[in-house]
């Protein structure tokens, strides 16, 4: 009898389309939600987060000013996985921070081709 399938990549891909939605609050909401229901995959269902993050943030302001943010903000990743397990809310505000972090250093930057 086959072992059945994991869970993760349908979760994954609901945070990748709440993600490109700008959906944030939700995107920790879909995450607790989840953990709760399956909680020996946090570490799983939280890992690649903050590099979805990042491609966002990328699309969104540019390579140059996500590199200059990161670089900046060498705990952010971190940062986000605590946020994420802290609350929703705690998840939201703190992207958005990163957002306005983001939007005002892509003002600065050069941009690559």
């Known amino acids: 009898m086959p072992a059945p399938h994991s869970a993760l990549p349908a979760l994954l891909a609901k945070i990748d389309t709440l993600i490109e939605a700008d959906k944030f609050k939700e995107v920790a909401e879909t995450f607790a939600a989840f953990?709760?229901?399956?909680?020996?995959?946090?570490y799983l269902a939280a890992e690649p987060i903050p590099f979805k993050?990042?491609?966002?943030?990328?699309?969104?302001?540019?390579?140059?000013?996500?590199?200059?943010?990161?670089?900046?903000?060498?705990?952010?990743?971190?940062?986000?996985?605590?946020?994420?397990?802290?609350?929703?809310?705690?998840?939201?505000?703190?992207?958005?921070?990163?957002?306005?972090?983001?939007a005002e250093i892509a003002k600065t930057v050069k941009k690559v081709a």
């Open 35 to 42: 953990v709760k229901e399956h909680p020996t995959t946090s």
């Open 53 to 102: 993050l990042n491609v966002r943030f990328s699309k969104k302001h540019g390579s140059s000013a996500t590199t200059t943010f990161t670089l900046r903000h060498t705990t952010w990743a971190s940062d986000v996985s605590v946020a994420l397990k802290q609350s929703p809310e705690a998840f939201a505000a703190l992207v958005a921070k990163y957002e306005a972090d983001l």
